[in-house]
């Protein structure tokens, strides 16, 4: 079965400082991992994806992510944060050879000036 | 431009009147699915399809129905709303792949529904 958990609901960063979001999954079989982005009243936009090829997965606007198998974890993470970075992150987890995708429940960054 | 829609995005109704929330994209993408989000919860899924009159339930499907007649269309149904299904409602697509793997999900601006 699979399942996925973003261990903080609510993170704060200052403006220019690293940003890390953490989720942990549960899967079955291979995984594809996502990081999707929420901004106030906005729908959902693809960050990046893991879907089996390199481990580092470079996304958007200087987000990256790493699959660990090991630690069954897929952070997010961003040299700098910006003010415009503020939204709600949500880590996603497929197993192959399904069509069900398993959402966190999110984690809230804010970006402090 | 690539897109996909969702009608109305904005719905108050009573319980027990029967609605339907249209979804619609351009994409020729196999795969469809709707999502609830709710505060805490994160998005669920209510169900997919995986192509035409090829539909299966997700994680919440109790009180929705789906149907997949054309490639670009997949309306979500609720034939006796309860207040408990008041929530934001999202669509979205994406390419199938052979390999088992998953493409993006492109999604839809969203429905707010609110039942009395």
């Known amino acids: 079965a699979q399942s996925v958990t973003q261990l903080d609901s609510h993170v704060s960063v200052s403006e220019g400082t690293p940003v890390l979001l953490r989720c942990n999954y549960s899967s079955s079989y291979s995984p594809s991992l996502f990081w999707y982005v929420q901004h106030p009243n906005k729908g959902l936009q693809l960050l990046l994806k893991y879907t089996s090829a390199a481990t580092l997965v470079k996304g958007i606007n200087g987000f990256e992510a790493e699959f660990k198998k090991s630690e069954t974890s897929f952070h997010l993470t961003k040299p700098s944060a910006h003010m415009s970075d503020a939204a709600e992150y949500f880590c996603?987890?497929?197993?192959?050879?399904?069509?069900?995708?398993?959402f966190g429940t999110g984690t809230r960054l804010k970006v402090l000036a | 431009e690539a897109q996909v829609t969702q009608n109305p995005r904005y719905l108050i109704t009573v319980t027990g009147k029967k609605l339907t929330v249209t979804c619609s994209q351009n994409?020729?993408?196999?795969?469809m699915s709707w999502y609830r989000q709710d505060p805490g919860l994160g998005l669920r899924q209510i169900y997919y399809s995986m192509n035409v009159e090829v539909t299966d339930k997700g994680d919440v499907p109790e009180g929705y129905k789906v149907s997949r007649k054309e490639k670009r269309n997949f309306p979500l149904i609720l034939e006796s709303p309860s207040p408990n299904q008041t929530s934001l409602y999202f669509c979205?697509?994406?390419?199938?792949?052979?390999?088992?793997?998953?493409?993006?999900?492109?999604f839809g601006p969203g429905t707010r529904l609110t039942v009395l």
């Open positions: 996603v987890v497929s197993d192959r050879g399904t069509y069900k995708y398993i």
């Open positions: 979205a697509s994406s390419f199938k792949t052979t390999s088992g793997g998953h493409n993006e999900q492109f």
């Open positions: 994409m020729n993408h196999e795969y």
